[in-house]
């Protein structure tokens, strides 16, 4: 029970522990997906200012080579941008991309006027400040603002006043609008004084809007002041939106609810899965029970349920090794209620054979004292002193034997149930044996047959109670010289085997068939011969035999047709 009971503590837990583990891995692996593709939605959002920070982060820096992963290299080649990373000293390390115009070192100067402008030349330009290496880094990220050169063109072309002529503005509004753009003129209060093509729904920008914005300067919006005028030209392409609420909330809604749902359905395969495991051999333990319930306990495991349970090697498969036990106790269970069965069965057919002999044995002594009893009840005849003497001892003789029947048949219960008592004391075994012989040497009924004595040469010392032992061996001996031919040798012999007594009963006489053999201590047993004073009750060899076990001792027969029988008794000895 404790290693049914240990198996299944650690096999649940280690179950529980494993899938923790699964779930922390995946709970973590789906949070670093997420994080990963919010970072890169971020990063897409705010390019190229998301791309520079992260691209600081990313890039390792060696004694000989600075290095940055290939996926930014990639992009940044995509998109049009360079990228060169300088020294303190002002010289380029290391660059992405870069167009034949840009140097490959700065002076203090030129980075003074990229920090201030952001910008050198033609390019927009972004800056970063790596200060926590062991050499610090500048790294500078630029492109080519081609949105910047059409609203500087238009500003050119067509600005009269700081506005749009009214004659030019249709001409404008199509071309803007062909080419998915939108231009806006507003004036320092952040009012829209002037638009053309694509319409957007503001007319109005409050002072903190334009920190709210989706789209990063540069790529989808492009500006440019007036000084004269103090009017802002904003240019605007690809339709895109310039402000939105909470993006980055709203996508992590969106991965958070597909993790749920990715969890969710490997609980349900979890649970499904477990149902399998831990259902089935339940299902299977309950169809056992209800065959046991039924009494077929012969069919408690079916051959196809075998091929489900075992290997062809005969052990159990994987599945089913949790409940081992469970099995093997089935298998234990349903094999004693076989045995059970088939002992009650024989028993009840034993039992009815012993009242079918014990009425027959009964019947012969009681018809004689009954007959006898009659013919003195009727007073039709003189009896004589003799025949009255005959009489008397056949009514005796026939009560003895049935009162001998009474007390066997409850001397085998007691025996069964413990009741009896035993108050053992040391005998020495040759001695006592050596004395029961000689009674029957000495009695006068029993001259046809001869006994012989083999005593032991080394003393045997036991505990016993000589009443039951001598009962023990008279039945075994009367039961030697009922059932063999007149002449039979009965050798009686005691002789130590180690730490044991063994006293062995043998005759030369008719010996036993297989049937006899293997039931011959069974209570009621009565061979195949039922006449009155040979067999009894059935219950003298059993007798000894429960005899025996309760001075903790054991009895063997060993027999063969027409070459006799030994009865062999084993004991415990005392220590010398």
């Known amino acids: ?211 709210q914005v989706e789209a990063v300067q540069g790529e989808t919006l492009s500006i440019f002041h007036d000084t004269e005028s103090g009017l802002f030209w904003l240019l605007q392409r690809e339709k895109s939106k310039m402000f939105i609420g909470q993006p980055l909330l709203k996508e992590a809604i969106m991965y958070l609810s597909f993790f749920g749902v990715v969890v969710l359905l490997f609980t349900l395969f979890i649970s499904m899965y477990h149902g399998y495991r831990y259902g089935r051999p339940l299902l299977l333990f309950i169809e056992w029970f209800n065959r046991l319930g039924s009494g077929r306990y012969e069919e408690a495991l079916s051959n196809k349920e075998r091929k489900r349970l075992y290997r062809r090697n005969g052990k159990l498969r994987r599945r089913y090794k949790l409940y081992k036990e469970v099995i093997e106790g089935f298998h234990d269970m349903a094999a004693r209620l076989n045995d059970a069965r088939v002992e009650r069965l024989r028993l009840e057919k034993t039992r009815e054979e012993w009242m079918t002999g014990i009425s027959h044995d009964l019947r012969t002594p009681l018809s004689s004292i009954q007959g006898y009893g009659h013919l003195m009840e009727s007073g039709q005849f003189q009896w004589t002193e003799e025949e009255l003497e005959e009489i008397g001892g056949t009514i005796r003789e026939k009560s003895d034997y049935m009162l001998d029947l009474i007390q066997d048949f409850s001397l085998a219960f007691q025996l069964q149930n413990q009741a009896v008592p035993f108050e053992m004391e040391q005998v020495e075994a040759g001695e006592f044996v050596r004395r029961i012989v000689l009674k029957y040497v000495n009695d006068r009924t029993m001259q046809q047959v001869t006994f012989d004595y083999e005593e032991s040469e080394r003393p045997l010392a036991l505990q016993a109670n000589p009443k039951w032992f001598t009962r023990m061996l008279d039945n075994i001996i009367i039961n030697a010289v009922k059932h063999n031919p007149a002449g039979t040798v009965i050798t009686v012999a005691t002789v130590r085997d180690g730490k044991d007594a063994v006293i062995s009963i043998g005759d030369n006489g008719v010996g036993m068939n297989e049937e006899t053999r293997n039931s011959l201590f069974d209570r009621y047993y009565r061979g195949t011969n039922t006449e009155e004073g040979a067999d009894g009750a059935g219950l003298g060899m059993n007798i000894a035999k429960s005899i025996a076990l309760a001075h903790r001792g054991s009895i063997e027969v060993s027999s063969a047709e027409e070459c006799g029988t030994t009865i062999t008794l084993r004991f415990p000895c005392d220590p010398i």
């Open 1 to 211: 029970m404790r290693s049914i009971r240990r198996r299944l503590a650690l096999h649940f837990t280690s179950q529980f522990v494993l899938l923790l583990f699964f779930v922390a891995t995946l709970v973590i692996i789906t949070l670093l997906v997420i994080m990963q593709l919010l970072i890169n939605a971020d990063i897409k959002r705010t390019f190229p200012i998301g791309a520079l920070d992260a691209i600081l982060l990313d890039t390792t820096v060696g004694e000989e080579r600075i290095h940055v992963p290939q996926r930014w290299i990639d992009q940044l080649t995509d998109r049009h941008y360079w990228l060169q990373v300088v020294d303190q000293n002002g010289k380029v390390r290391f660059a992405i991309n870069t167009p034949a115009d840009l140097k490959s070192s700065y002076n203090t100067g030129e980075l003074l006027e990229i920090k201030q402008k952001e910008s050198y030349g033609p390019y927009d330009v972004l800056s970063a400040y790596d200060r926590d290496r062991k050499e610090p880094l500048l790294f500078l990220l630029g492109f080519e603002n081609e949105n910047k050169k059409v609203l500087e063109a238009l500003f050119q072309q067509h600005a009269e006043d700081g506005l749009l002529p009214v004659a030019d503005l249709p001409q404008i509004d199509q071309a803007l609008r062909e080419s998915g753009n939108s231009l806006q003129i507003m004036d320092e209060s952040g009012r829209i004084v002037q638009s053309a093509g694509e319409a957007y729904d503001e007319t109005m920008y409050r002072p903190l809007d334009f920190y």
